[in-house]
Antibody
Framework: EVQLVESGGGLVKPGGSLRLSCAASGFTLSSYSMNWVRQAPGKGLEWVSSISSSSSYIYYADSVKGRFTISRDNAKNSLYLQMNSLRAEDTAVYYC???????????????WGQGTMVTVSS | SYVLTQPPSVSVAPGQTARITCGGNNIGSKSAHWYQQKPGQAPVLVVYDDSDRPSGIPERFSGSNSGNTATLTISRVEAGDEADYYC???????????FGGGTKLTVL
């Protein structure tokens, strides 16, 4: 079964750091671009970051650029999101999602994880 | 920045056709994708590349994209179609993914 499972969410104080992980199974991670998308409580979807299959291309939303770092380890079939200098407005469910192809960019996201909750509060 | 505009809500009776629009400047030149999200669940891709359906998505779901509007059409609406729907495109001028604000579909 094709599956994505996120982990690493939790409660963190403003200014703190957190590292999210996304474990892929049922497919070869190296064949796809991957993405992080978040959803604040009661709000819509917000794209966070994307990374191409070989990590050659990385993109960030303006709201997280300079604070978040996306990375991947294809050998471990895992995707990561290092989040630093966290703010209250970063509070959200964070989803990892697979792009339909290796190229990413204009691709749709065809597989999504169940999400992990990040709460930034003092 | 590129903005996608969706109506906040659409209501339709069972068995009727629901049309959810996604407005954006010259969106017809981009590939539009649509997601369905039910409460407490992750989004599910229902239409990609304007009008293609992933395997397992009923033929009742279809899409079109031209000019400044992309449209998701759901025919013979069922109670189980009640959900939030989001459109998405790639903004090549800024290398950003853009989501619409979402539309809540209510089945009367």
């Amino acid at each position: 079964e094709v599956q994505l499972v996120e982990s690493g969410g939790g409660l963190v104080k403003p200014g703190g750091s957190l590292r999210l992980s996304c474990a892929a199974s049922g497919f070869t991670l190296s064949s796809y671009s991957m993405n992080w998308v978040r959803q604040a409580p009661g709000k819509g979807l917000e794209w966070v970051s994307s990374i191409s299959s070989s990590s050659s291309y990385i993109y960030y939303a303006d709201s997280v650029k300079g604070r978040f770092t996306i990375s991947r380890d294809n050998a471990k079939n895992s995707l990561y999101l290092q989040m630093n200098s966290l703010r209250a407005e970063d509070t959200a469910v964070y989803y990892c999602a697979r792009s339909i192809t290796a190229a990413g960019r204009s691709d749709a996201f065809d597989i999504w994880g169940q999400g992990t909750m990040v709460t930034v509060s003092s | 920045s590129y903005v996608l505009t969706q109506p906040p809500s659409v209501s339709v009776a069972p068995g009727q056709t629901a049309r959810i629009t996604c407005g954006g400047n010259n969106i017809g030149s981009k590939s539009a994708h649509w997601y369905q999200q039910k409460p407490g669940q992750a989004p599910v891709l229902v239409v990609y590349d304007d009008s293609d359906r992933p395997s397992g998505i009923p033929e009742r779901f279809s899409g079109s994209n031209s000019g400044n509007t992309a449209t998701l059409t759901i025919s013979r609406v069922e109670a189980g179609d009640e959900a939030d729907y989001y459109c998405q495109v790639w903004d090549s001028s800024r290398d950003h993914v853009v989501f619409g604000g979402g539309t809540k579909l209510t089945v009367l």
